[in-house]
């Protein structure tokens, strides 16, 4: 399977606990995307790498939740003492875009979320 | 990125053609039209794209009004894995284009 993978796929943890989840994109994308989606929403940005440099990160995410993709490849997120709120699916994407191409027209391709549950 | 409004459900039969409409009043010149599916349990899924003229790919058709002020996904014959969250997102040619801004969608039901 050359898609999108994360890992785990559900994690339970306590209130207070810290919390770690992998993405590994499609080889040699270059743009690496996490959203956050709760029941009956659609999902939400909340960072976003070109390689291994982390250009954007949304207001959504507070000074809990850390992202780092060493070497451009896989990526992780983590969140630190974690709240009952942090409940929900985190939804990782990949894309190539290469040098010029317009970012309007540029497909992410989802992995199948890792779906949180805060006790 | 212009706000789009989709019905919050839609209902069809199998093997029958399903028309999803999604309205963005607001779109400007360069926004592109895209359209994902979220399956259960999935992430959201690439459908197709357009600017200005009808796309067509394997998976749907999309038509473009010709004020572009709404668009129209269509599923040629539905079927039971179409069952799904359909999504219309506009993206801008400037800007923070690079993310995706998701509304709630709309979810179809496909009636065996």
């Known amino acids: 399977d050359t898609g999108v993978s994360q890992d785990p796929r559900h994690k339970i943890t306590k209130r207070g606990q810290n919390v770690t989840f992998r993405c590994d994109p499609i080889s040699e994308h270059n743009r690496l995307y996490w959203y956050r989606q709760t029941l009956g929403q659609g999902p939400e940005f909340l960072t976003y790498?070109?390689?291994?440099?982390?250009?954007?990160k949304s207001r959504l995410l507070s000074d809990r939740f850390s992202a780092e993709r060493p070497k451009g490849s896989f990526s992780t997120l983590e969140i630190q003492r974690t709240e009952q709120g942090d409940s929900a699916m985190y939804l990782c994407?990949?894309?190539?875009?290469?040098?010029?191409?317009?970012?309007?027209?540029?497909?992410?391709?989802f992995g199948a979320g890792t779906r949180l549950s805060v006790l | 990125d212009a706000k789009t409004t989709q019905p919050n459900s839609m209902e069809s039969n199998e093997e029958e053609p399903v028309h999803l409409p999604c309205n963005h009043s607001?779109?400007?010149?360069?926004?592109?039209i895209h359209w994902y599916r979220q399956l259960p349990s999935q992430g959201p899924e690439y459908v197709i794209h357009g600017l200005t003229s009808n796309v067509n790919n394997r998976m749907a058709s999309l038509a473009i009004a010709e004020d572009r002020k709404s668009s129209t996904l269509i599923l040629h014959r539905a079927t039971l894995r179409d069952a799904a969250v359909y999504y219309c997102i506009l993206r801008s040619s400037g800007g923070s284009n690079y993310k995706l801004t998701f509304g709630k969608g709309t979810l179809l039901t496909v009636n065996p």
């Open positions: 607001t779109i400007s010149g360069t926004d592109y």
């Open positions: 994407a990949s894309s190539l875009d290469p040098t010029g191409h317009p970012l309007a027209k540029n497909i992410q391709y």
């Open positions: 790498f070109q390689n291994e440099a982390q250009l954007e």
